[in-house]
């Protein structure tokens, strides 16, 4: 089930992988889950602001929930969780997303684990005590999943699994470890800014990082850029920032991801030869970014042709 599902962002991908007569989306605005059953044929089910009301008995062996946490007051928070756990089939997961602390540095989370915005919502038809704009720590998450499901469920959490948001996976009582994601980079394409490519790459594993990075063209390496001596050292290319968003805004990796292991790989490229040589409207579709792990793992990023 994906629960508060939207206008079907995730369904469209999930009905690829999924039977849709075997998947179920929930929202609150009920054309929402009409355009859905239309478009997707999924099974549809309007939801209810108070979690106690919301009509169903049936149970689900995975519920997904993006980016209704992160909108949700504490009470609300607390009371989703128990009643999406309970809708839960034995060996079912839970997986939801928030926005962690590290999106909102600036709020005093000494005082308070949770901080929620009433004033900051894309949903004029929804109360601005129900739906805003929420930070949370991973020991306030932690504390509500134990209390709403009576210490009975595991997590496990993704810093930034998807996009800016945190995925935490939530089990029944089985035993389940958190997939290797291996290399990991920026969400956002990486731009092309001034003939210049610039960004980051992590690589999750103990004792592996990313050692180098390719640029590709048409499928042919044109460029690589070894790994600098120091987590902090750039690959080459001078002051590239440790992160940078698909807006060109930067910001250190650790930042991003509100941990220090997550030391940036950070790497700058800058790309001469095409500014010289190149119609920039041609080569938006060629252009890859290859970061390589010391294991031999490697990820592609594409590259955003803009403000060039
Ligand atoms: C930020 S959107 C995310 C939509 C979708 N999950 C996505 O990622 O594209 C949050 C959604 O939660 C829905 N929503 C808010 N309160 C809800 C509730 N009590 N039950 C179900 N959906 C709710 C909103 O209508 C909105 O579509």
Redesign the pocket.
Known sequence: MD????YG??TRLLVQEIDPSKSWV????ED?VRFQEREFSVNGIV???EPDDFPSSRQFDCILV???FS?LPEKRFYQWMRRLYGLLSPNGILIFTVHDRSNAPHLDYSKSRIHYNPSVSE?ET?HDQE?GSTHVTEPFVADVISRATKGKARYFRFPKGIWHHDIYVVTGSQELSPPDIGVVGPLFPITLHDGNLSGWFHDTRVGEKVSKVEILRRGEVVDAISAGRTPREMFRGGEAPDSVDGRGVASGANAFYGDERFMPNGWSAPLYFFRWNMVPSSYEDDLIVRACGTSGMTRDFPVWIHGY
Request: no cysteine.
């Open positions: 629960f508060a599902s939207g962002r995730l929930t929202e609150i605005q929402a939801s209810t602001t993006v980016s209704l909108h949903i929804l739906y």
